[in-house]
């Protein structure tokens, strides 16, 4: 009976526990009415359960299926010691101070940002900024080397309010995975005058309703990619860069002005990928205003599209572009051709000296190619290739018959391959047609020529139609 009294009154004291409040530790009779547990002490602590974790993506060695929410604390496993949290998928690292990056500033409000000096932000040097949700500003950001990035450009925004310029000064830094927005009246995005040495990069990124994208002057290396364009007023200037990079960037039919405008001189420009859709009366690209490349241009698999302006001024020899909806212009493709437009007797002095064919010749479908003088077609491009010549003369003696030979000269040489020998009459109404077919290698600045010359006298001849295409 006495048994019986005793395994009641535990199975209600049980009961009672399993529906109260339980507090372990100092002032076991105080709890605060929203804990379930709790614990107080002055000079112990709780001791979490000692797990040894080795894949982050793997419950063991705890048995699945895991609640989320369990918390452990890894040691002697193969991830990093420290307490994890199960996710209901994977092992969550519990951030703290010693684990969390160094020089590293979450910004969720403009107060997180560093003050304004004068309407200007100065980010601290060698910080990383990353930006969580839509910050409005009034003040410029000096980027001063920093990073400032956001991890989805369609919720991480930078919104300006000001007058003048968003990112302002001489320095350069990574601007990445952002929208950027500068729509005041009068206001831009980019006023940069980057030192010689100094880097920017704009990637992964949104820039939208601009009243100016803005200029970035100077600097090494400018490198914007990844970037799209969309119901901006008026583009970007690019000036006296070292080398600028535009890879895969995309302007919309929504942007109106020029698009993209390059100014001064530069050693290395690369644009590559992407598209520029111009309507109306916007431009894609303003290239008339590049005083010099020392390297190269390179304009490759950018498409233009749209019933607005694809390029403004002309591609300097310097450039190899190759892009859908406008002409493909490279050294590969260097084309020129001549014609007579005026005949004229061609005199020969002396037998078996050959002098070059007189007459007015008007050049035709020049690309690569310049025709400085009559009879002369001069490659301009900027790398030694060799080419196919032809070319095809009717002509006729002043009198006599006579065998005369005619010749492709490069560079007032011979080219001994291209020798066609006829005999030329000089009976009234007799045309000989000549064709001459052969191939010249040429360097930059090599020109070429047709030359005649008299085998058996030294009798003039005339050039009644004379033909030469280089391709």
Excluded: H
């Excluded at 040894?52 to 299926?65: G, Q």
């Excluded at 490759?300 to 607005?308: H, R």
């Amino acid at each position: 009976m006495k048994n019986k009294i005793l395994f009641c009154a535990s199975f209600l004291m049980l009961a009672s526990f399993a529906f109260a409040q339980v507090k372990v530790g100092d002032n076991p009779g105080t709890i605060n009415t929203n804990s379930l547990l709790e614990l107080e002490s002055t000079n112990k602590g709780l001791l979490a359960p000692r797990v040894a974790l080795s894949d982050v993506n793997s419950a063991s060695p705890l048995t699945a299926p895991v609640p989320a929410g369990m918390l452990v604390y890894s040691s002697g496993g193969t991830i990093a010691d420290g307490f994890y949290f199960w996710s209901g998928a994977k092992w969550l690292a519990v951030q703290s101070s010693a684990n969390a990056r160094s020089s590293y500033v979450l910004v969720k409000s403009a107060a997180d940002l560093p003050a304004a000096v004068g309407g200007v932000i100065t980010l601290a040097p060698g910080t990383t900024y990353e930006v969580n949700g839509t910050i409005v500003l009034s003040n410029k950001i000096n980027l001063n080397g920093c990073y400032l990035v956001g991890m989805d450009a369609n919720n991480d925004k930078l919104v300006y309010t000001g007058s003048g310029e968003l990112f302002t000064g001489t320095k350069g830094g990574t601007v990445k995975t952002l929208t950027l927005v500068a729509s005041t009246a009068g206001s831009k995005l980019f006023n940069l005058n980057l030192a010689s040495t100094e880097n920017l990069l704009l990637r992964d990124a949104i820039v939208a309703n601009c009243a100016e994208v803005g200029l970035v002057k100077g600097g090494n290396i400018v490198f914007f990619s990844v970037v799209d364009y969309a119901s901006n007023t008026t583009g970007i200037t690019f000036q006296d860069n070292t080398t600028l990079l535009l890879d895969n960037t995309a302007w919309f039919s929504t942007n109106n002005g020029t698009f993209e405008k390059l100014v001064g001189t530069f050693s290395l420009i690369e644009k590559l990928g992407g598209f520029s859709q111009s309507m109306g009366s916007a431009a894609a690209l303003d290239v008339s205003g590049i005083t010099s490349i020392t390297q190269a241009g390179n304009l490759k698999n950018t498409a233009f599209v749209g019933t607005g302006t694809r390029v403004v001024g002309t591609f300097s020899n310097q450039w190899e572009v190759e892009g859908a909806g406008i002409n493909t212009e490279k050294d590969a493709t260097a084309t020129g051709s001549l014609y007579l437009s005026a005949s004229a007797t061609t005199n020969i002095l002396t037998m078996n000296t050959p002098v070059k064919m007189a007459g007015t010749t008007t050049a035709a479908e020049l690309v690569r190619f310049t025709s400085p003088v009559s009879n002369r077609l001069v490659y301009n491009g900027t790398k030694t290739r060799t080419f196919l010549i032809t070319a095809a003369l009717s002509a006729t003696g002043t009198s006599g018959t006579y065998l005369y030979s005619f010749y492709i000269y490069k560079n007032g040489t011979q080219v001994a391959a291209s020798r066609q020998k006829t005999k030329v009459y000089s009976s009234s109404g007799d045309v000989q047609a000549v064709p001459i077919v052969c191939t010249v290698t040429l360097a930059p600045g090599d020109y070429v020529e047709l030359w005649a010359e008299d085998n058996e006298s030294a009798v003039d001849v005339s050039i009644l139609n004379m033909t030469m295409t280089v391709k």
